[in-house]
């Protein structure tokens, strides 16, 4: 059948179009400014269509768009064919067809590449800077020896989630590890992750103070947030708690968000002990609003007690001996002896405060949550600040990248995520890692798979 075709595109007064009063879509101010972007760049390049009487079938952001940019008319399509409830499901299908679409995410990656080898603003492909950001994280060769620092198994990630297996309350045992899905700001919780026991080491890193939105509503008061969680910290004098923010920049300027959180730490009695950089690797392409291009975040030191770094990393001139001269030459001319003379050079040394680990690509995990560690991040820190079989807490678990971590390293995690997405995220990504390692839920221990079939969830990867 040969389906209908429009004859003609008509202009319209904007004034002659009637929004539908029960439009499920959504248009905020951000999207309706960056559609009106769009049609100042590109031109009007699709019809807002319309029913016989001007009662919008598709075209609302558009029409909002016009109105923003002034303009007296606007091209339209009649679909005068359309039965009541046809008219009604279009107004649905139209978007929610094209939702249904999915991105070949290497020609995507590309095609920004070179568009932004042109200087074309990428801003007004619709895509914001945080996914343009995970999107051209550096390919192939370009990054070179980076690049393959940042190639890790572990970062990669199964397919999307759907409805979570996990429940709020549910305390998973993961090999010698503990997930709990709840409030990391809630005592009876963090005591049934702990399990009696007292962290080592806290590495964490909680929502930047923009307050984002973790399918859990978003952070209301980021100090609340955070003096919550800090004053219930299970850990043992002589911890050791590192935590990690980046840059957010809100009014053209960058925010010192963390201020009034770090004075209250030391009223805690939390020592400023150390502030370290990560050095993320090559800043990423885009455009930055005039700033230079983001490859750095900090990490905050603090402790009660100090502990000495474990020498983690190789020394270039490791075994090589000092000879006796060599030292600092003195008024009279004769040059001293070193300190270490006749000693080799130590096998290892300890990291230097700028840690150097490469963002590693988006290849799945960014998708499924927008705040990613590579895993050789909380892997250093665990073996720069911790012994094996020690215990660590990390309280804002995410994909649970520090579980892997801990596995990885021989500690043993607590960790706690509120959104129950972001555990099954975790356990899906552990289930894959470490196949043979046992994921059970505290109490009758039932399986991964097991729950998932016994609440009626399909895990996705296995149905
Ligand atoms: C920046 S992300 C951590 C990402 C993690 N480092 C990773 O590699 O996946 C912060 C996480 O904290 C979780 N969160 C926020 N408030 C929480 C709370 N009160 N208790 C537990 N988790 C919380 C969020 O759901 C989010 O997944």
Redesign the pocket.
């Known amino acids: 059948m040969t389906p209908r075709l429009p004859d003609a595109v008509e202009h319209w007064p904007l004034d002659r179009l009637i929004p539908y009063a029960r439009n499920a879509r959504t248009h905020d101010d951000d999207q309706v400014a960056q559609i009106a972007a769009s049609i100042v760049e590109f031109g009007w390049t699709n019809p807002i269509l319309v029913d016989s009487e001007g009662g919008i079938v598709a075209g609302h952001g558009r029409l909002l768009a016009a109105s923003k940019l002034g303009l007296d008319t606007v091209p339209v399509v009649v679909l005068d064919h359309l039965t009541p409830a046809q008219r009604r499901a279009y107004v649905i299908a139209d978007n929610k067809l094209a939702l249904n679409a999915g991105w070949d995410e290497e020609l995507l990656a590309g095609e920004l590449h070179a568009l932004n080898g042109e200087g074309f603003d990428l801003g007004l492909t619709g895509f914001a800077d945080g996914e343009l950001d995970a999107l051209m994280a550096p390919l192939g060769d370009e990054a070179g020896d980076a690049d393959a620092a940042g190639e890790d198994a572990a970062d990669e990630m199964p397919s999307a989630s759907r409805e979570p297996v996990t429940r709020a309350g549910d305390l998973w045992l993961i090999g010698k590890h503990r997930l709990l899905c709840g ?3 809630e005592s009876g919780a963090i005591a049934r992750a702990m399990n009696g026991e007292r962290a080592a080491l806290v590495f964490t ?3 930047y103070g923009n307050q984002r939105d ?1 399918t ?1 509503g978003g ?1 209301g008061d980021w100090d609340t ?1 955070m003096r919550g ?1 800090f004053a219930a910290l299970p850990v043992t004098d002589a911890a050791q708690v590192l935590v990690n923010l980046g840059l957010i920049h809100r009014e053209n300027e960058w925010q010192p968000y963390w201020h009034v959180w770090l004075g209250w730490m030391r009223e805690q009695g939390w020592r400023r002990f150390g502030l370290y950089v990560w050095d993320q690797g090559p800043g990423l392409p885009g455009d930055w609003n005039g700033r230079l291009a983001p490859a750095f975040e900090l990490v905050f030191h603090f402790n009660r007690k100090a502990r000495k770094p474990n020498k983690i990393v190789p020394c270039k001139w490791a075994g090589h001996v000092n000879d006796t001269h060599g030292g600092i030459r003195h008024k009279d001319g004769h040059v001293g002896e070193w300190t270490h003379a006749g000693q080799g050079v130590q096998e290892t040394r300890i990291p230097d405060n700028v840690v150097r680990i490469t963002r590693h690509k988006a290849r799945g995990i960014e998708t499924e ?1 927008p ?3 590579p895993v050789a991040l909380p892997e250093f820190v665990m073996r720069a600040y911790s012994n094996e079989r020690d215990i660590i807490y990390e ?8 579980i892997i971590a801990a596995e990885r390293t021989g500690r043993r995690m607590r960790a ?4 129950p997405e ?1 555990v099954d995220v975790a356990l899906r990504r552990w289930r894959k890692l470490f196949p043979d390692q046992p994921v059970k839920l505290d109490g009758e221990g039932q399986s991964f798979e097991a729950v998932a079939h016994q609440r009626g969830v399909a895990i996705p990867g296995d149905d």
């Open positions: 409030d990391s700001t890193s909680p929502p973790y859990t952070v947030l969680v949550h705040a990613v560690f309280p804002f678990a995410g994909s649970g990248t520090s706690m995520e509120i959104a972001y």
